[in-house]
């Protein structure tokens, strides 16, 4: 499904990420792992071809990409339904509104939230919006870039169940960056691990250990597996 060669991206002579190389099979999920800072943004813009890099990024022929961001730059406060936001990318997309009614019926957006104002929803809400508005053009991979930030634990868990129920009926690959190492060990088939002082790809067992987290961290960090992941209750902390 991907292919990344020697890729190499920098701002002003401060270089983020050296001769990065990977690849992943389609339906796989990769999560994206590191301290603030060390590119995983940046590589999620740079594989939609939104940032200038070296080295070469090859998709499969055909794929259909969808992404949904950390952070969106619009007013909230402007007068604006969900229905019209939905139906304003299907529209630039020259895509039928039956197109929308899909998207909703997939992530679960109901008649009452999608006669709702954007300004009024709440965080969880908007995010099932965004992951709407990444269906429309019907993808084949789905980038998540932090998903879950600034949502409580419920959201979180109920966004995370979206995002692995719609990789399992529609045989997505899913790159996904996430702070919750937790959420990476339970979800996740492969791990990227970025930082300044190491870069790893490997199975969550082989990415996800003390020296890696360590050297890539600088410091000890902690997962722990929860009742809502699969796989829960088979390893402690680290």
Known sequence: MLRVRNLSIGFAGNTVIRNLSFALRRGVTLAIIGPNGCGKTVLLKALLHLLPYEGEIEWAAGVRVGYVPQKVAADRQMPLLVR????????FLGLPSRAVEVACLQVGIHAELLDAGIGVISGGQFQKVLVALSLLGDPDVLLFDEPTASLDELEQERIYELVEKLQQERG????LVSHDL?????NADVVLCLSRATTCFGTPDEVL??????????????YHHHDHQHGAG????I
């Not at 987290?213 to 410091?219: F, P, T």
Request: proline share 6%.
């Open 182 to 186: 937790s959420v990476v060990h339970g």
């Open 234 to 237: 088979g390893h402690g902390p």
């Open 209 to 222: 250990t003390t020296e890696t987290l360590e050297a890539a961290y600088g410091a000890p960090r902690r």
């Open 172 to 175: 997505l690959t899913v790159l």
């Open 84 to 91: 019209n936001l939905l139906e304003a990318k299907a529209g």
